[in-house]
């Protein structure tokens, strides 16, 4: 001590003293922010696990503490076991001890559900140091209060009305996708938070049996609903390998039902059950071996493009276009296909493009590739970027039959283009870089009512519609000889122009 005291001039009870000041910042810290409040926190590992435990820092959930910090709307997709449940148990018991008047509510499956997550808020309790207790009031399955805070923790099963004449301060929706009243219990406590600027969490498994559910359609809109979206699979949990998911998986009669409980992605956590899907969920995910990074970025207009594969001199090229109304929802697609090797080279995807302007954009992008044979879908706004693009003369308009321009889909060309998109993806026929674009070949779904291949209700096909439109004209693709080509065949053009501008047949 003596030696101590020399080297660092300060006296044994000095230091308790330092380190006395030192513990009462951090509950002083641990109070004012929940990042600091979690190294007091215990939680149960119930046998055989490890028991009463420490809160493990896993680096997805610091991700989390973040958003709790900043936003308000937080939607959070995840795997089974990953953490999620505790730290919103602590969360919720972090608000009521320490903000004056808070009213956390937590929303359950059921009754059971909603119990067991405020006992984990009342285990949290239990285990804290006593500086960082306050006096508890009712203590019951269903509700803890703090008096001297006036706050309240209340734990409600999904009803119709639950939450409904609350002011809430933090809302929890636990398991959302599995709620049975979900959508009637949200217009009930949306409004609550709405008005004193309080904070929705809506957190949940896939449910494998809801193809249009409020919190799916809620993901997917994210963040043009307000909401920020975070996914978090399987493997973000320490100590899950591929051997431990191998395991875990042979251990299931059925295996579509593990890959719901334990997604690796967030297009396979959305994606419909195996006997609804479209295209098989395993070659989806080996095709994501080829997603990639454009190489370049293309102004076209008042878009932009992606290049995954610049022109290339004797290559054949084909483009298909499906058009939006630019009104921020569906997207407008167009994608430039290598007909030989089924290789998407480029794109252009946007939600917020008029439909003359996407003829105007997508011609630049044909442009770059010697003016491809083009089908643009004809249904609904289609039919304005068909004549915006006669009236630019673009060289290779494809035409169905003589005088009809444009791809149109009925209910008999749906069937084939949806077929020869499904060979194609069975067989590894097209490539698509583009890793949004490929995420809604996920959603694509047999509708055994309609007793048709479309989107689940929330999702889109734009993209897989604009690859399906290219496969089906890539059989009449020609070479970069622009005059020869269009002379020769003038069902599938109608201008012979030098640059743009010689008049149309």
């Known amino acids: 001590e003596v030696k101590t005291e020399v080297k660092t001039g300060v006296k044994a009870q000095d230091r308790a003293l330092l380190d006395e000041m030192a513990d009462s910042a951090e509950l002083h810290l641990a109070k004012a922010y929940f990042i600091r409040f979690l190294p007091f926190v215990k939680i149960m590992e119930p046998p055989p696990g490890r028991g009463a435990i420490a809160f493990e820092n896993w680096g997805h959930l610091m991700e989390v503490c973040e958003h709790l910090e900043t936003q ?50 009342k285990y949290v309790y239990d285990s804290l140091p006593e500086a960082l207790r306050v006096p508890i009031g009712t203590d019951s399955r269903q509700e803890l209060t703090f008096p001297s805070m006036s706050s309240a923790i209340r734990a409600l099963p999904s009803t119709e009305k639950a939450g409904r004449s609350a002011t809430a301060s933090l809302v929890v929706m636990d398991e959302a996708d599995f709620h049975e009243y979900a959508e009637s ?15 929705l969490i809506m957190v949940s498994t896939a449910n494998s049996t809801s193809s249009k559910s409020l919190f799916k359609t809620t993901y997917r809109e994210a963040p043009r609903n307000g909401f920020t ?34 997604p690796s992605t967030e297009d396979e ?38 290049i995954y594969q610049d022109y290339a001199p004797g290559k054949k090229y084909v483009a298909g276009t499906d058009t939006a109304h630019g009104t921020g929802n569906d997207n ?5 296909l290598d007909a030989q090797t ?139 000889s622009r005059l020869k080509d269009t002379f020769m065949n ?16």
């Open 185 to 199: 219990s949200f217009a009930a406590v949306k409004p609550t938070i709405d008005d004193s600027g309080g904070q």
């Open 269 to 306: 956590a959305l994606a419909p059950p195996r006997t609804l899907s479209a295209f098989p969920i395993e070659t989806l995910n080996a095709m994501k071996e080829d997603v990639r990074e454009p190489v370049e970025k293309m102004q076209c207009g008042t878009a932009t493009a992606n």
């Open 72 to 121: 308000k709307l937080l939607v959070w997709l995840k795997s089974r076991q990953t953490g999620a449940s505790w730290l919103l148990a602590a969360y919720s018991l972090w608000m009521t001890l320490y903000r004056h008047g808070a009213l956390v509510l937590l929303l359950s499956q059921g009754e059971e559900e909603a119990k067991a997550l405020l006992w984990k808020c």
């Open 342 to 480: 089924g290789y998407v080279v480029a794109d252009l995807v946007s939600n917020l493009i008029s439909a003359d302007q996407l003829a105007l954009s997508s011609a630049q992008l044909l442009e770059r590739y010697k003016d491809p044979l083009w089908a643009i879908e004809d249904n609904d706004w289609g039919a304005t970027t068909i004549l915006t693009a006669q009236r630019l003369r673009y060289p290779r308009i494809y035409y169905r039959d003589e005088g009809k321009p444009g791809w149109h889909t009925d209910e008999y060309s749906r069937v084939r283009l949806y077929g020869g998109l499904m060979e194609a993806v069975h067989s590894r026929l097209i490539v698509v870089p583009n890793e949004e674009g490929l995420g809604e070949f996920y959603s694509l779904i047999h509708n055994t009512k309609r007793r048709r291949i479309e989107a689940q209700s929330g999702s889109h096909d734009d993209y897989p519609m604009a690859v399906g439109i290219a496969l089906q004209i890539r059989h009449k693709a020609h070479g970069s």
């Open 229 to 262: 979206k975070v996914f978090y699979g399987w493997n973000v949990r320490p100590g899950r390998d591929n051997a431990w998911y191998a395991e875990r998986r042979n251990e299931y009669h059925d295996t579509a039902l593990f890959e719901k409980e334990y």
């Open 332 to 336: 407008a697609v167009t994608v430039v």
């Open 490 to 505: 003038p069902i599938i053009g109608f201008a012979s122009q030098t640059k743009r501008g010689i008049r149309p047949w």
